[in-house]
């Protein structure tokens, strides 16, 4: 089999090659090959040692970042390619990274301490696989299994136990018995995990296509990182609007809504404190009065504690804050809504409200999710029209208002935003000369 392997990675392969040196490449370049998607990165693994590594290519720039562990990058037409010397690691005492590395001769030797055996496979210079733990033939079978003893995999590093469900959403791909079981036996080691590793890991998987998949068979793992998920696992909603509990809901909120970031974390938390406001009346049916404002409340603890930037913070508890507003289908309520929260976030709002709707009883929620779809036309129209809704809209600025005699400071934004109100509330035409009448009259 013939790999579109780029020039750069090849030279590199015979350079080594030729002085006398295994080279292959390996890692998730390989698995993105034999899965037919187009690598981001290129390693190569080899038998010479860092500094004979750094002998052959003696005539290119070189970045010595990795020494310790064996790597030397070397840049290739610019690109830069990973060449690490075969090795073995000792244990792993923080339950993070190698106390030591030995380098070795032998590439069966380094394929063996990988994670998985999707990402064990090494290809060679004539286009060759070296796959002594059958990934190969679990790419085509579509299974995420660990290689060697799953449970010393993931004690090596807690990272892994994320590593593995990101694979299982993002390539669609089952995690295989054993490793799951340990996955679910090993979960604690997230504990030794940075924050910021276990973000990045999170964010993938939530926006992989079987996300939903993950979630609903490994609850357990996320909650060892966000404790506050735990009631919401078993929380029952007896409620005519809805035909799941509580986790169920979110799992299909999550799969409703597009496969973007900011989206997918609302759907994740958006009913996350739905467990501490459930109350049960006396017909037996369950309410969750004031669940929107706890549960923004808790995600952007939650978000903190996984170290998310400021603006998806913020965005993600905004939107949680709101989704389970009522908007009224009318201009005017469009008009006030995209004024508070702005276009892209105002449009966030509409799909988080039909992917809320989506995880409902749908014969109930049917006429909800029409009129949204209703909601999200006539908003884009207001746009295209250039209907005014916020202050840059207004066809009189500040300047105007210190015209008519008012001192400059805050009260000039004062009579601004009254004019916004006005205007948003179709009380005045949004025209100079009766925005101006009104600044006169008020002065």
């Given at each position: 089999?013939k790999?579109?392997?780029?020039?750069?990675?090849?030279?590199?392969?015979?350079?080594?090659?030729d002085?006398?040196?295994e080279?292959?490449?390996?890692?998730?370049?390989?698995r993105?090959?034999?899965?037919?998607?187009e690598?981001?990165?290129w390693?190569?693994?080899?038998?010479a040692?860092?500094?004979?590594?750094?002998?052959?290519?003696?005539?290119?720039r070189?970045?010595?970042?990795?020494?310790?562990?064996?790597?030397?990058?070397?840049?290739e037409e610019?690109?830069?390619?990973e060449?690490?010397?075969y090795?073995?690691e000792?244990?792993?005492?923080?339950?993070?990274?190698?106390?030591y590395v030995e380098?070795?001769?032998?590439l069966?030797?380094?394929?063996?301490?990988?994670?998985?055996?999707v990402?064990?496979?090494?290809?060679?210079l004539?286009?060759?696989?070296?796959?002594?733990f059958?990934g190969a033939?679990?790419i085509?079978?579509?299974?995420?299994?660990?290689?060697?003893?799953?449970?010393?995999?993931?004690q090596?590093?807690?990272?892994r136990?994320?590593?593995?469900?990101?694979?299982?959403?993002?390539?669609?791909?089952?995690?295989e018995?054993?490793?799951?079981?340990?996955?679910?036996e090993n979960?604690?080691?997230?504990?030794?995990?940075?924050?910021?590793?276990i973000n990045?890991?999170?964010?993938k998987?939530?926006?992989?296509?079987?996300?939903g998949?993950?979630?609903?068979?490994?609850?357990?793992?996320?909650?060892?990182?966000?404790?506050?998920l735990?009631?919401?696992?078993?929380?029952e909603?007896?409620?005519?609007?809805?035909?799941?509990?509580?986790?169920?809901?979110?799992?299909?909120?999550?799969?409703a809504?597009?496969?973007?970031?900011?989206?997918?974390?609302?759907?994740?938390?958006?009913?996350?404190?739905k467990?501490?406001?459930?109350s049960t009346d006396?017909n037996?049916?369950?309410?969750?009065?004031g669940?929107?404002?706890v549960?923004?409340k808790?995600?952007?603890?939650?978000l903190?504690?996984l170290?998310?930037?400021?603006?998806?913070?913020?965005r993600v508890?905004?939107?949680v804050?709101?989704?389970d507003?009522?908007?009224?289908?009318r201009?005017r309520?469009?008009?006030?809504?995209?004024?508070?929260?702005?276009?892209?976030?105002?449009?966030?709002l509409?799909?988080?409200?039909r992917?809320?709707?989506?995880?409902q009883?749908?014969?109930?929620?049917?006429?909800?999710?029409?009129?949204?779809?209703?909601?999200k036309?006539?908003?884009?129209?207001?746009?295209?029209?250039?209907?005014?809704?916020?202050l840059?809209?207004?066809?009189?600025?500040g300047?105007?208002?210190i015209?008519?005699?008012i001192?400059?400071?805050?009260?000039?934004?004062?009579?601004?935003?009254?004019?916004?109100?006005?205007?948003?509330?179709?009380?005045?035409p949004?025209?100079?000369d009766?925005l101006?009448?009104?600044?006169d009259?008020t002065?």
């Amino acid at each position: 089999m013939k790999f579109d392997i780029p020039p750069g990675a090849r030279h590199i392969l015979q350079t080594l090659t030729d002085t006398g040196y295994e080279a292959y490449l390996v890692g998730g370049c390989v698995r993105d090959l034999l899965r037919e998607v187009e690598p981001h990165d290129w390693d190569i693994c080899t038998s010479a040692r860092p500094e004979e590594t750094e002998a052959c290519f003696a005539g290119h720039r070189i970045i010595e970042t990795g020494l310790k562990h064996g790597t030397v990058t070397v840049l290739e037409e610019g690109e830069p390619y990973e060449i690490t010397t075969y090795r073995t690691e000792g244990p792993y005492s923080d339950s993070r990274r190698p106390d030591y590395v030995e380098f070795i001769s032998s590439l069966e030797a380094d394929l063996s301490r990988r994670d998985f055996t999707v990402n064990a496979i090494a290809i060679g210079l004539d286009d060759s696989l070296k796959d002594p733990f059958g990934g190969a033939d679990d790419i085509k079978a579509g299974v995420i299994r660990c290689v060697g003893e799953p449970a010393q995999r993931f004690q090596e590093d807690g990272l892994r136990v994320m590593r593995a469900l990101r694979f299982g959403a993002v390539f669609g791909y089952e995690i295989e018995e054993k490793t799951a079981q340990a996955i679910h036996e090993n979960r604690r080691m997230l504990e030794h995990v940075a924050a910021e590793r276990i973000n990045v890991e999170l964010c993938k998987l939530l926006v992989g296509g079987k996300a939903g998949d993950i979630l609903r068979q490994y609850p357990d793992v996320l909650c060892e990182f966000w404790q506050p998920l735990e009631p919401l696992v078993t929380l029952e909603q007896n409620n005519p609007w809805h035909c799941w509990g509580g986790w169920e809901h979110t799992i299909h909120a999550v799969e409703a809504a597009p496969a973007d970031l900011m989206l997918r974390l609302t759907m994740l938390l958006h009913d996350i404190g739905k467990p501490s406001c459930k109350s049960t009346d006396e017909n037996g049916i369950d309410h969750f009065y004031g669940h929107p404002a706890v549960s923004a409340k808790l995600a952007g603890q939650m978000l903190q504690t996984l170290k998310f930037d400021n603006k998806t913070r913020e965005r993600v508890v905004t939107l949680v804050e709101y989704h389970d507003i009522q908007i009224p289908c009318r201009d005017r309520s469009i008009r006030k809504w995209l004024s508070r929260l702005g276009p892209e976030t105002f449009f966030q709002l509409l799909e988080v409200k039909r992917a809320d709707g989506m995880g409902q009883s749908y014969e109930l929620v049917k006429d909800r999710l029409a009129e949204l779809e209703k909601m999200k036309s006539k908003a884009k129209e207001i746009i295209a029209q250039g209907q005014c809704f916020c202050l840059k809209d207004l066809s009189v600025n500040g300047q105007d208002v210190i015209a008519a005699g008012i001192a400059p400071g805050p009260e000039v934004g004062q009579v601004l935003n009254g004019l916004l109100e006005r205007v948003l509330n179709g009380e005045i035409p949004n025209e100079r000369d009766a925005l101006l009448t009104l600044i006169d009259r008020t002065t």
